[in-house]
């Protein structure tokens, strides 16, 4: 059961209300709270894709982008990224692999 290994609420406070004090630039654990939040939701959020190849889907490769020579993309993720100008070939796959998005 997951519930009894995640933290509790009031542990998780613990550390910010440690941030909150006269001299911190949070003088209460609301203003702490609001700036974690956010701050939280200014960041992007990270999707990872791991669409599984199947016979004859598009696969891409932008030698630009790629970490490795292992390195390929997915039609849909291939399309919602911008890769102009970038070296980039297609090919289509046998079964197997991944989006590496």
Same mark, same amino acid.
């Given at each position: 059961?997951?519930? *009894? $290994?995640?933290?509790?609420?009031?542990? !998780?406070?613990?550390?910010? @209300? #440690?941030?909150? *004090? $006269?001299?911190?630039?949070?003088?209460? !654990?609301?203003?702490?709270? @609001? #700036?974690?939040?956010?701050?939280?939701?200014?960041?992007?959020?990270?999707?990872?894709?791991?669409?599984?190849?199947?016979?004859?889907?598009?696969?891409?490769?932008?030698?630009?982008?790629?970490?490795?020579?292992?390195?390929?993309?997915?039609?849909?993720?291939?399309?919602?990224?911008?890769?102009?100008?970038?070296?980039?070939?297609?090919?289509?796959?046998?079964?197997?692999?991944?989006?590496?998005?």
């Amino acid at each position: 059961d997951m519930t *009894n $290994k995640s933290p509790s609420h009031s542990s !998780l406070l613990l550390p910010i @209300t #440690s941030l909150v *004090n $006269k001299k911190s630039r949070y003088p209460t !654990l609301n203003a702490a709270e @609001t #700036s974690i939040s956010t701050l939280g939701k200014s960041c992007p959020t990270r999707r990872v894709c791991q669409h599984p190849f199947r016979r004859n889907d598009i696969v891409w490769v932008c030698r630009t982008c790629q970490s490795d020579e292992t390195c390929v993309l997915c039609h849909d993720c291939f399309s919602n990224s911008n890769h102009e100008g970038h070296d980039v070939a297609f090919y289509h796959a046998q079964a197997g692999g991944c989006c590496d998005c």
